[in-house]
């Protein structure tokens, strides 16, 4: 149905910066909403960062002030800018999509991850 596809991941030492992608393989549904979620070893998936479609962008408390999501509506590819980085942001970085149908039901999708390191 709806493909994510991520890039961007990676090593990096702390202070350091890396930006995620992530896009959508089709614009025919309405998009709710694009985020991402993190899940580092031993811990649950926890939200990093979510914009809704004429709404609002939302940040965990962790990284905000560090990173910035955005979207390209045209592309449907949604971003996460993630600047002075820290250990403890090592994680599986997912991406998210949320499409509304006609019914105006919601379905999430999500990308295959990336690996994001941070270490010295």
């Known amino acids: 149905q709806v493909q994510l596809v991520e890039s961007g991941g990676g090593l990096v030492q702390p202070g350091g910066s890396l930006r995620l992608s992530c896009a959508a393989s089709?614009?025919?549904?309405?998009?709710?909403?694009m985020g991402w979620y993190r899940q580092a070893p031993g811990r649950q998936r926890d939200l990093v960062a979510k914009?809704?479609?004429?709404?609002?962008?939302d940040y965990a408390d962790s990284v905000k002030g560090r990173f910035t999501i955005s979207r390209d509506v045209v592309k449907n590819t949604v971003y996460l800018q993630m600047n002075s980085l820290k250990p403890e942001d090592t994680a599986v970085y997912y991406c998210?999509?949320?499409?509304?149908?006609?019914?105006?039901?919601?379905?999430?999708?999500w990308g295959q991850g990336t690996q994001v390191t941070v270490s010295s």
């Open positions: 998210y999509i949320v499409v509304l149908t006609s019914t105006l039901s919601d379905y999430t999708y």
């Open positions: 914009i809704i479609t004429g709404g609002s962008i």
């Open positions: 089709r614009t025919t549904l309405t998009t709710y909403a």
